[in-house]
């Protein structure tokens, strides 16, 4: 069956580390997201990629970073990890731009940065 | 801009008692209108979306929502609660220009008590 993973699952660094989470879709869509869920804010867009070569900084961009190689993957890359980075992470992705199409969510990666 | 609001962060029912959670959106025309609901440890999972017509949404595990221009309201519902409705629900906004993007709600966590 298609599938959205993500990986690792649960990660601890040390601050100033570089850190990248893992995000891979069998599913063949053109669309990825990165989000980060924080008590009291909900979901927050951080990257997000409509095909290869494509990306595009969402809401909480700052000291993140994403590139798309190819279809189903879409890693993002802390460039040092600082405390408030601290969170939980989900990786989505949609098959077609507009249309509403729905947004199909990996089960989440829990950073803690000490 | 869009916005959500879930004004609700906890709400707390019996088992079998009915259910409302509300969501209130801002945005300058009709959006599309989803509902999500997080499992504990798991990524979310959609519930149902509006996008035009029928302004009453049937969705899966028995929850509808109802879409209120004039309140710009789309409030979750459910006759009926069973203990495995307790999770985190998460109203969403997509603009129809950009419904790739999503606006999160801050989310409402549901206890059900036996």
């Known amino acids: 069956d298609a599938e959205i993973t993500q990986s690792p699952r649960h990660k601890i660094t040390e601050t100033g580390r570089q850190v990248t989470l893992a995000c891979h879709q069998t599913w063949n869509h053109n669309n990825m997201f990165w989000y980060r869920q924080d008590l009291g804010h909900g979901l927050r867009l951080i990257h997000y990629s409509y095909g290869v070569q494509d990306t595009n900084k969402g809401e909480v961009s700052d000291g993140y970073s994403v590139s798309r190689s190819n279809t189903e993957d879409l890693p993002l890359t802390l460039e040092s990890a600082a405390s408030s980075q601290t969170s939980v992470y989900f990786c989505?992705?949609?098959?077609?731009?507009?249309?509403?199409?729905?947004?199909?969510f990996g089960p989440g990666t829990r950073l803690t940065v000490t | 801009a869009q916005s959500v609001t879930q004004p609700d962060i906890h709400i707390t029912v019996s088992e079998g008692a009915s259910l409302e959670l509300r969501c209130n959106y801002s945005?300058?025309?009709?959006?599309?209108l989803f509902w999500y609901v997080q499992s504990p440890g798991q990524g979310l999972q959609l519930l149902l979306k509006y996008f035009s017509g029928d302004t009453l949404v049937q969705g899966i595990k028995g929850f509808e929502a109802e879409f209120k221009r004039s309140q710009s309201s789309f409030n979750l519902r459910k006759p009926s609660v069973h203990w495995s409705d307790a999770a985190e629900y998460f109203c969403a906004v997509g603009a129809p220009a950009n419904t790739d993007k999503l606006i999160f709600g801050t989310g409402t966590r549901l206890q059900v008590f036996p």
């Open positions: 989505a992705s949609s098959p077609e731009t507009g249309l509403g199409y729905e947004q199909y």
């Open positions: 945005y300058g025309a009709t959006p599309y």
